[in-house]
């Protein structure tokens, strides 16, 4: 009887408000679901996790050992993706984070490349973005990834003591000298001679998950290795 009182209300709440497809608004069945089956359809894959040399680990050369890095889709500012990550960033969509990380997830689980990955890191947020947002949407995804690949943990490893400005403008040795100092290594005893995996939502330049990624090396791992959901060309 309770169960069917739940079903009837949930019905009617569906009724009420629909719950949407946040690519092309279609109503979806289930209040869990983000995307309908074409906007998932849509995801463009990069297949990055079983590409070694691929452009995003090339992008890392010469700059920090990274032994594998992957993003799970490009991006592009009319995409759904694009649309993905307003929601997760800026319309409180907390469960976006979630559904990206199990995507990403699924990836990483499928592939040789990061099988040896014991600990998820999830980039920090500075303290004070963090208090508006209500939560750290890298480590939303690294919840999401670690809900589908068994026997990895999510680690807090390192902290963001610095605010880095918009980058787009700015070149190379401008962002990376902007970068220095903004990451310092919190916990260095969990990450020592561990395999890192760290996560973020998207991949730019690159210099924010270096600037992070050095902090962690400073901890002496065994290795380090990047995820992200987006990568932009
Ligand atoms: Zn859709």
Redesign the pocket.
Known sequence: MHQLLEDSFQSIAHLLFPHC?V??N?VLDHRKEI??Y??NSLLPCTYFESTAGNTLEKSFYGRIPIASATAAFYFSRESVLHQLLVSLKYKQHKEVGWFLGRLLGYQLAKSERFQEIELLIPLPLHPEKLKIRGYNQAALIAEGIQSVWPNKWVVDAVIRTGFSESQTSSNRINRWQKMQGVFQLSNQQAIHEKKLLLIDDVATTGATLEACGSALMQGNPTSLSLATVAYTL
């Open positions: 497809c690519g092309c279609a995307l309908c074409t906007c």
